[in-house]
Each structure stands twice: as C-alpha cells, then as structure tokens.
C-alpha cells in the first residue's frame, strides 16, 4: 500500500522553529517531485513547497521564503520541511503529497 506519513508538528511560539517529516512506504519517493501543502482554518489548501528530482529544484511561496527550507532523502525515503521564525499565519495542517497521494497531515500551531 502506497503511503505518506507526516510527523513534527505541535504547538511552537512565534519565532520558533518546526521540522516536519514525511515518511513514504509502498513506492519510491526518487520517482516522484514532492511538495509540501497546508490548510489553515476555513481556508483552502496551499502550496508551500516544492522540491524536484534530486533536490535540483526547491520552490516556495512567497510568505515563506527564506524561512523555510524542503529537503529529501531518497535513500531513506524522507522529505523534510524545517521551518524557522514561525509565525502566527504559519498555524495550519501540513501534508506532503506527491500531487495524486497525500499523507493524513500533522498540525503546526504557531501561538503564545
């Protein structure tokens, strides 16, 4: 059975850092781009990451570019998302996705 798993999430202060994970099981990650999604509250789902064949290619969204950072290992079948400088408009259920799969998320909420 194809799968992802996402794991990191939980309650941070404004300023602090998260690292999300993403475990694929029943089908090669090398195979496939892999992004990274959120869905805040009464809200649709956004794009907030990509990352292409090899790492060659890293793309984000505008409100978190140079906060947060997507990586891969394809050796272990992992993307990764570390985020950093946290901000209140970042709380959201995080997914990675290959486009057609996608994992059942973990929550990140940014508050004090």
């Known amino acids: 059975e194809e799968q992802l798993v996402e794991s990191g999430g939980g309650l941070v202060q404004p300023g602090g850092s998260l690292r999300l994970s993403c475990e694929a099981s029943g089908f090669t990650i090398s195979d496939y781009e892999m992004i990274w999604v959120r869905q805040a509250p009464g809200k649709g789902l956004e794009r907030v990451a990509r990352?292409?064949?090899?790492?060659?290619?890293?793309e984000y969204v505008d409100p978190v570019k140079g906060r947060f950072f997507i990586s891969r290992d394809d050796a272990k079948n992992m993307v990764y998302l570390q985020m950093n400088s946290l901000k209140p408009e970042d709380t959201a259920m995080y997914y990675c996705t290959t486009g057609s799969l996608r994992g059942q998320g973990t929550q990140v909420t940014v508050s004090s």
């Open positions: 990352i292409g064949y090899r790492g060659v290619i890293r």
